[in-house]
């Protein structure tokens, strides 16, 4: 975590409300800071794939994780006309986790798009010590910005990152510009539900930590989601909400309030008491970089309105949808 502390939490967050009042055209930059702040222990307290996932009743999040990835993998590999041997687009694709799940069981070519540098290298790494390498390759971009070329992938998706675009508009018609004729776009996205009210005070503030706790320049609503897809062009196959718990299931908020991955990190109410301090007397020994104790902070701000908004039902971080750009 280079050169993180107090002030540079602070400097994303004045960022970030700049992005929500004024100034939409900086959120990549607001995006960009704050993964400079957060991948570290993202990634040691959550694991590589930065998502949570619709979870069993029995099963572990990992591999709630795992399956939803590969529902999406198998979303794009039965579609009609799939090649044999795909090449696919991960849009947001962090430090590579769904990349290496998807490549692994589909077989697929896959390049991800990411604004950050340094988790493009560490996704690298990743994907060499998996022996992945050879499938997975990247493109530093803005993924409202893709490179230049019409119709060269079979298919792509996006699991919560677009959410983090300013205009999302503009996202799908790049990814419906360098899709082929036929080719699916897949992927699951926060969204508000028909349930949040505007003019609920605590909705909205719900709605304003969310957007704080994980740089999200403004939340869409199903609707919005779903017209943009497509005013781009595409057809809609399906869409539906995976957020509400069926009986076999557990609400997606129970996994962000109980002690299930990596010794609780973020959800252990005994660690969030202690961590802090703890992180902070590291930092002065030297031991983590300065300021690991305030990132904590803000991962956890971000945790805690997921659970609150959980069980008010306004919010779901699984919206699923499956679109086709016409043959």
Same mark, same amino acid.
């Given at each position: 975590?280079?050169?993180?502390?107090?002030?540079?939490?602070?400097?994303?967050?004045?960022?970030?409300?700049?992005?929500?009042? #004024?100034?939409?055209? &900086?959120?990549?930059?607001?995006?960009?800071?704050?993964? *400079?702040?957060?991948?570290?222990?993202?990634?040691?307290?959550?694991?590589?794939?930065?998502?949570?996932?619709?979870?069993?009743?029995?099963? $572990?999040?990992?591999?709630?994780?795992?399956?939803? #990835?590969?529902?999406?993998?198998?979303?794009?590999?039965?579609?009609?006309? $799939?090649?044999?041997?795909?090449?696919?687009?991960?849009?947001?694709?962090?430090?590579?986790?769904?990349?290496?799940?998807?490549?692994?069981?589909?077989?697929?070519?896959?390049?991800?798009? &990411?604004?950050?540098?340094?988790?493009?290298?560490?996704?690298?790494?990743? &994907?060499?010590?998996?022996?992945?390498?050879?499938?997975? *390759?990247?493109? #530093?971009?803005?993924?409202?910005?893709?490179?230049?070329?019409? &119709?060269?992938? *079979?298919?792509?998706?996006?699991?919560e990152a677009i959410c983090h675009a300013s205009d999302r508009r503009a996202v799908y018609a790049?990814?419906?510009?360098?899709?082929?004729?036929?080719?699916?776009?897949?992927?699951?996205?926060?969204?508000?539900?028909?349930?949040?009210?505007?003019?609920?005070?605590?909705?909205?503030?719900?709605?304003?930590?969310?957007?704080?706790?994980?740089?999200?320049p403004g939340i869409a609503t199903i609707p919005e989601v779903l017209s943009a897809i497509e005013?781009?062009?595409?057809?809609?196959?399906?869409?539906?909400?995976?957020?509400?718990?069926?009986?076999?299931?557990?609400?997606?908020?129970? $996994?962000?309030?109980?002690?299930?991955?990596?010794?609780?990190?973020?959800?252990?109410?005994?660690?969030?008491?202690?961590?802090?301090?703890?992180?902070?007397l590291l930092e002065k020994i030297r031991l983590v970089p300065h300021g690991c104790g305030a990132?904590?902070?803000?991962?956890? @701000?971000?945790?805690?309105?997921?659970?609150?908004?959980?069980?008010?039902?306004? @919010?779901?971080?699984?919206?699923?949808?499956?679109?086709?750009?016409?043959?």
């Open positions: 975590m280079a050169s993180t502390s107090h002030q540079v939490v602070q400097e994303y967050i004045a960022l970030h409300e700049a992005v929500l009042r #004024e100034r939409p055209s &900086n959120a990549s930059a607001m995006v960009h800071q704050y993964y *400079d702040l957060v991948t570290d222990l993202y990634v040691y307290g959550w694991g590589k794939s930065f998502h949570s996932a619709p979870r069993r009743k029995g099963e $572990s999040l990992t591999a709630a994780i795992r399956r939803y #990835e590969k529902r999406i993998g198998q979303a794009l590999a039965d579609a009609p006309g $799939s090649s044999p041997n795909p090449h696919w687009l991960d849009l947001g694709c962090g430090v590579g986790g769904p990349m290496r799940t998807i490549a692994r069981e589909f077989g697929a070519r896959i390049t991800g798009i &990411n604004i950050h540098p340094g988790q493009i290298a560490r996704a690298r790494r990743y &994907n060499r010590s998996q022996k992945l390498d050879h499938l997975c *390759d990247f493109i #530093e971009c803005d993924y409202a910005h893709l490179p230049p070329g019409e &119709n060269m992938y *079979d298919g792509a998706y996006s699991i790049e990814i419906f510009r360098v899709l082929k004729p036929g080719a699916s776009f897949v992927g699951g996205d926060d969204c508000l539900t028909s349930l949040f009210d505007e003019e609920n005070a605590q909705h909205r503030k719900i709605k304003r930590d969310l957007e704080l706790g994980f740089a999200l005013e781009a062009g595409f057809e809609l196959v399906e869409h539906r909400d995976l957020g509400p718990a069926g009986p076999s299931e557990v609400p997606w908020h129970v $996994s962000l309030s109980s002690n299930l991955t990596r010794g609780g990190l973020f959800r252990s109410p005994l660690l969030r008491r202690i961590a802090p301090r703890g992180l902070e990132v904590y902070r803000l991962i956890c @701000f971000g945790g805690d309105a997921l659970v609150a908004a959980g069980p008010t039902g306004i @919010f779901t971080p699984f919206y699923f949808f499956h679109a086709r750009k016409p043959a």
